[in-house]
């Protein structure tokens, strides 16, 4: 099972990014799906999580600009960024909370990363 994400660029100040992240593999069920960044000195943080049941939860940096939303039917998630801003440049990274199987236990599965660069 694995998270493959992809829709990184680089984009100007006030542009807009979307990025996608599908799990594959064997999926009995995926719990909560999330977006996390990562820029060169700093900690991972949360970007947006999403439940199963479509509860969504964003970052104070980010709220207003930032759209999260999922496709159960495709085990997919998504992040639609507006009005990016420079300090939103980092790596990021699609998270999934996965079960293989009905009685199996959970796996946090992690994407590959996608590049954001937002320049000035």
Same mark, same amino acid.
């Given at each position: =099972?694995?998270?493959?994400?992809?829709?990184?660029?680089? *984009?100007?100040?006030?542009?807009? &990014? !979307?990025?996608?992240?599908?799990?594959? @593999?064997?999926?009995?069920?995926? #719990? #909560?799906?999330?977006?996390? !960044?990562?820029?060169?000195?700093?900690? !991972?943080? &949360? *970007?947006?999580?999403?439940?199963?049941?479509?509860?969504?939860?964003?970052? +104070?940096?980010?709220? @207003?600009?930032?759209?999260? %939303?999922? #496709?159960?039917?495709?085990?997919? *998630? /998504? &992040?639609?960024?507006?009005?990016?801003?420079?300090?939103?440049?980092? =790596? /990021?990274?699609? #998270?999934? +909370? *996965?079960?293989?199987?009905? &009685?199996?236990?959970? /796996?946090?599965?992690?994407?590959?990363?996608?590049? =954001?660069? =937002?320049? %000035?």
């Amino acid at each position: =099972v694995q998270l493959q994400a992809s829709g990184g660029g680089r *984009v100007q100040t006030g542009g807009s &990014l !979307r990025l996608s992240c599908a799990a594959s @593999g064997s999926i009995f069920s995926i #719990n #909560n799906m999330g977006w996390y !960044r990562q820029a060169p000195g700093k900690q !991972r943080e &949360l *970007v947006a999580a999403i439940t199963s049941g479509r509860i969504t939860n964003y970052a +104070d940096s980010v709220k @207003g600009r930032f759209t999260i %939303s999922r #496709n159960n039917a495709e085990n997919s *998630v /998504y &992040l639609q960024m507006t009005s990016l801003k420079p300090e939103d440049t980092a =790596v /990021y990274y699609c #998270n999934a +909370d *996965v079960k293989t199987y009905e &009685l199996g236990p959970r /796996y946090d599965l992690w994407g590959q990363g996608t590049q =954001v660069t =937002v320049s %000035s």
